[in-house]
DNA sequence: ACGATAAGGATTGTTCAACAATTCTTCAAT
DNA sequence: ATTGAAGAATTGTTGAACAATCCTTATCGT
């Protein structure tokens, strides 16, 4: 970005070797720098990738709740060692996928209804505020939203429940993320995966989504319209009876 | 030591009836583990215990922004292996507050204006809407928000501008939690955790707080009149005021 | 049979020592 | 002064170990 950068480092020596462009070469190499640093960031370490598997296993329902995760024969699973992957453990356990019993060992966590009721109260109001006073709007995001929309009716049409289910995570993450922010977007992107934990602990119809299709088209047409009141308060009612059919299908197989 | 229970008072308080059935047992000694475990997760592993000394060396101030962190040297100043100091560092990663380049270490991170930025963007959205909307507002919550507010009174009157500083964290953290929801209290610590690194980041005069008491002051009586949306308003251009000052601190010392 | 209990096995929490890969430093050579 | 290569330092990762704790099971007394 064309900020001035005043403070620019001393290394700026009169010898400009080859024919050197106009623009800063050090603001070029740190340009590299940052890239070579970004894309050392996104090949992660070892602890990382098998954070990452068992992230997917538990979120894709392959492991369900309250199974446990035997340290020594899970890092032999994923070929790492037991320290590399007890640092895997520790990360998703920060984000409550997983739940540490001191001296018993790891286990996917098994959600109850106090976590589906807060899950729920943090989204109600995070995403009618994202809706209703989120400052960052851009035609970009607001399109995004309205593409969740036409993928989830394109799943339905042909069928495709899973597709729904996932379309619908497409539809509220859009929404947040019309507040701009990334600090929020990675913490909705954790709710989202409690939500499937929930879904998966409720024995899943995946079906459940089906009749918020016409309420999301709803909420993202007046939100294309302005009303960002209007849509905010709409959303808020259907949030609040998604969560109680959630906690109704809960308590019926507690 | 025997297997000798320390404690079971839980089982007989008041329950004169001595028709105690099974299935109240049964409940009855759920609940005991379940406080057992609830202990055991408090007085945890040493990787938290750790991970605790570290995040409060960072955000105490100690260990300034970009400072790195040797993992030999601070495992044997913490008495700790290398290994489970990984764990703790993990977990302090994910937290913000420290930043792992790989191949490099592990650094105290060093917020950017953009951090700033967003970490306000999150932190008026959210608060507003727990003024505004929050469903669990209680006399408890709102007197804690009015305590909060004494309390920095107090500190300033005495002249303990640390204690101004900290009262205010509090004001903040009352006013998130009066949406009642673990989940956001846990993220706003987070939040204000890295608060404290962009003080100290910006050679923390810390009567910056000092022009806000009375902020303060106004939005919890505003509050407690039940005038949530005022409230709400109040606090969010506030906010907005006190981002800028901030930022414009930050440009100041970059 | 029944419940308490002690022995044995399994798993976790944690440490130690090592090694390859990578980065940082030094220092000589051009 | 820049380049490049040897050497030191640090990280990423492994494997083996050991104490502490939990779980299972066989034993015992009644």
Not at 16 to 34: F, I, N
Not at 100 to 126: C, K, N, Q, S
Not at 158 to 176: I, K, L, M
Not at 229 to 237: I, K, P, V
Request: charged share 25%; glycine share 8%.
């Amino acid at each position: 970005m064309g900020t001035t950068d005043p403070a620019s480092p001393t290394r700026s020596s009169g010898t400009s070797r080859g024919a050197a462009l106009g623009s800063d070469l050090d603001t070029v190499l740190d340009g590299v720098l940052a890239a070579r640093r970004a894309e050392r960031t996104v090949m992660s370490t070892s602890a990382d990738r098998a954070a990452r598997v068992v992230r997917e296993q538990v979120v894709e329902g392959h492991l369900r709740s309250g199974t446990r995760l035997p340290e020594e024969r899970l890092a032999g699973a994923l070929g790492v060692s037991r320290n590399t992957l007890r640092e895997a453990l520790s990360q998703l356990v920060a984000e409550r996928i997983l739940v540490r019993e001191p001296h018993r060992g790891v286990v996917v966590a098994t959600p109850e209804v106090e976590d589906v009721e807060d899950v729920y109260r943090v989204r109600r109001l995070v995403e009618t505020a994202a809706l209703a006073r989120g400052s960052h709007h851009t035609p970009e995001r607001v399109a995004a939203v309205a593409a969740a929309v036409t993928e989830g009716r394109g799943a339905a049409a042909r069928g495709d429940w899973d597709g729904v289910a996932s379309a619908n995570q497409h539809f509220h993450r859009a929404v947040v993320s019309l507040a701009g922010s990334p600090r929020l977007d990675a913490q909705m992107d954790l709710l989202l995966a409690e939500m499937r934990l929930f879904f998966h602990q409720m024995g899943a119809p995946e079906r459940f989504h089906r009749p918020y299709l016409d309420e999301n088209g709803a909420i993202a047409d007046l939100l294309a319209a302005g009303e960002r009141d209007r849509s905010a308060d709409r959303l808020d009612t259907y949030l609040a009876t998604a969560q109680d059919q959630l906690v109704a299908a809960f308590r019926q197989r507690a």
